[in-house]
């Protein structure tokens, strides 16, 4: 019996409106409940209070409740947690909570493993075992701004997409669950605090664009010249730079919003004067920042971080084309939280 109900937070807000007109409800209890599962986070149809001890029999016969447990929680000397997070069908993932002096920033999971090959990433070596729902997004989301109300003292305030697996490969439920953390009947957060990295999947890249999405766009770019961008990231075969820069070119035009690129140096990769200039050219049609992002090492020594020249020749070339470019310190490197750390390791 318990395997066929459906998990209730599966339906729109407009399908639990018509679940309770079919039963001869009021439609407005559709709303209701929507509010009880994305506002007030119910676990359980018993404290849906305002709605009739019949109707939530009735829920209860029908529907179930999923939410995500955090299994472990890791707490790093800069103050980085990371938590593992147990999905109702036991499968693991993580997401972390970065806090910096002014922000609690979230970063989580859109799937399970990952179906990318990036050398260097840790989470490349478990294979994506599934897509998350959206409503297992949203619970990393409500995990953390409750760490961060109790160790910070202070609510959520940013969210990036950047945990295990590549968000545009999920990308319907990642927007509904997007929906339901910027919609005042759920969390009610700016989307303009939310950004979703991708490694460059062309085609869905416009689709946001046509979706006139709010939410920020990073992309994880590593190299601007292809024969090394497809060493590192062989995905790149299928979906080839010019592919990734015209659709970068659509989504500019649509949205005047500013691209963000990831990118790490490291030595004898991407560390050359060639390297820089291609970068420049890739970027140089819209307003860009280059985030150059600290390697995070993950143990087989192909990859090292470049040395602190190479790094300064990037950002005055950078800034010299009118680039803006910001360097980021990893953190939570000692509990594997950092960037392309997430293995599922403890
Ligand atoms: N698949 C998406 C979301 C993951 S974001 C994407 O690729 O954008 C994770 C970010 O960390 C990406 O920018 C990725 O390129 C970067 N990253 C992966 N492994 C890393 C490592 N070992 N050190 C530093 N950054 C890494």
Not at 93 to 100: A, D
Not at 141 to 169: C, H, Q, T, W
Not at 231 to 257: H, Q, V
């Amino acid at each position: 019996m318990e395997t066929t109900k459906k998990d209730i937070r599966a339906l729109s807000k407009e399908q639990l409106r018509e679940f309770f007109v079919a039963q001869g409800d009021k439609e407005f209890r559709g709303n209701q409940v929507y509010e009880w599962l994305w506002n007030k986070g119910a676990h359980k149809f018993e404290d849906m209070t305002n709605i009739s001890k019949d109707m939530r029999q009735v829920l209860e016969d029908y529907f179930v409740i999923n939410h995500i447990e955090v299994d472990q929680m890791q707490r790093s000397n800069d103050g980085t947690i990371k938590n593992a997070v147990r999905l109702h069908d036991g499968l693991i993932v993580e997401s972390v909570l970065i806090p910096t002096s002014r922000r609690s920033t979230a970063c989580v999971s859109s799937q399970v493993g990952c179906s990318l090959d990036c050398k260097f990433c840790a989470t490349s070596r478990l294979k994506r075992m599934r897509n998350l729902n959206p409503d297992e997004i949203f619970d990393q989301v409500v995990a953390i701004d409750k760490e961060s109300r109790l160790y910070f003292n202070r609510p959520l305030s940013n969210i990036v997409f950047m945990g295990m697996g590549e968000p545009l490969m999920n990308y319907n439920n990642v927007l509904k669950a997007i929906e339901k953390i910027t919609s005042p009947e759920g969390l009610g957060m700016s989307p303009k605090r939310i950004i979703v990295s991708t490694s460059g999947v062309p085609k869905m890249i416009k689709k946001m664009a046509d979706d006139e999405v709010k939410f920020g766009l990073a992309v994880s770019l590593h190299s601007a010249i292809d024969e090394v961008r497809t060493s590192i990231m062989p995905f790149n075969a299928t979906f080839p730079l010019a592919d990734l820069r015209e659709a970068l070119e659509y989504w500019y035009a649509k949205t005047k919003n500013t691209i963000t690129y990831e990118y790490v140096v490291w030595d004898g990769i991407n560390d050359s004067r060639k390297d820089v200039e291609a970068l420049i050219q890739f970027c140089k049609f819209a307003p860009s920042k280059v985030n150059l992002i600290e390697y995070n090492p993950i143990d087989d020594g192909q990859f090292q971080q470049a040395d602190s020249a190479a790094l300064d020749m990037y950002i005055s070339m950078l800034e010299a084309n009118n680039i803006t470019v910001t360097v980021r310190r990893s953190r939570g490197k000692d509990i594997d939280a950092a960037c392309g750390q997430l293995a599922n390791k403890s």
